[in-house]
C-alpha cells in the first residue's frame, strides 16, 4: 500500500493527515470548517484515496490558517505516499458537471509544482467559508503534493456546485495519475529518470 503520514503543528494550527492512494475512498474528516470538510469528504470518495484529517486551528481570528495548513499536510501525505512516482500514470484530467455548472481540471504529478486558477464567485462567503479561501487551499495542495495543476471553471452560476465540481474534478484526476500503469509499473514516468524533488 502507498501510504503517507504527516503531523504539521505550528502556533497555529495542529493538524494531522494520513492517506492511503491504493484505497477504497473512506474517510474520517474533521477541520472545524464544515465545508472544507464536505470538500475533502468529496475528495477522498472520488478519488478512492482513503483520507483521515484531524485539524484544529486558530478558528477564533478566521479560517486561513486551518484552511491553508490542511492543503499543505494533505499535499505533503501525497507526495509521501507517492514516493519516487515509479510506475504511475502521471496525468490525469476531467471534466466535471454539477447541475447548470462545468469545471475542467488538468494534473501532472511531476514534481514541479504550479497553480493554474481560472475561478470565480459572485459571493464572498459559503456558508461561513470566505471564498477566497479556496484558491489558497488548491495553492497550498499543489505546491506540497509536487502537482501541476490547472482548474478552470466553465461557467456555473451556484458557488457550491462552482467549486464542488473543483474538488471532484481534482479527485478524478489524482484518481487516474495515481493510478500504476501496468505497462510500466516499474519505470518513473520521465525521460530524465526520475520526478522525485
Given at each position: ?56 486551528g486558530d ?59 481560472r475561478v ?42 462552482i467549486i ?34
Amino acid at each position: 500500500m502507498r501510504e503517507g503520514s504527516v503531523t504539521r503543528k505550528t502556533k497555529e494550527t495542529s493538524i494531522e493527515v494520513r492517506v492511503n492512494l491504493d484505497g477504497t475512498g473512506t474517510y474520517d474528516v474533521s477541520t472545524g470548517i464544515g465545508f472544507l470538510d464536505h470538500m475533502l469528504e468529496q475528495l477522498s470518495r472520488h478519488s478512492l484515496i482513503d483520507l483521515y484529517v484531524r485539524a484544529e486551528g486558530d478558528l477564533h481570528i478566521d479560517f486561513h490558517h486551518t484552511t491553508e495548513d490542511t492543503g499543505i499536510a494533505l499535499g505533503q501525505a501525497v507526495d509521501q505516499a507517492l514516493g519516487d512516482r515509479g510506475g504511475i500514470t502521471r496525468f490525469g484530467s476531467s471534466y466535471v458537471p454539477m447541475d447548470e455548472t462545468l469545471s475542467r481540471i488538468a494534473l501532472d504529478i511531476s514534481a514541479r509544482p504550479y497553480l493554474i486558477w481560472r475561478v470565480g464567485f459572485s459571493k464572498p462567503k459559503l456558508g461561513d467559508m470566505d471564498t477566497e479561501l479556496f484558491k489558497e487551499w488548491f495553492q497550498a495542495f499543489a505546491q506540497a503534493a509536487g502537482i501541476t495543476l490547472h482548474i478552470e471553471n466553465l461557467y456555473g452560476e451556484n458557488n457550491h456546485h462552482i467549486i464542488e465540481s473543483c474538488f471532484k474534478g481534482l479527485a478524478r484526476s489524482l484518481r487516474v495519475a495515481v493510478t500504476i500503469d501496468p505497462r510500466s509499473s516499474n519505470s518513473v514516468p520521465s525521460t530524465k529518470g526520475t520526478l522525485g524533488g
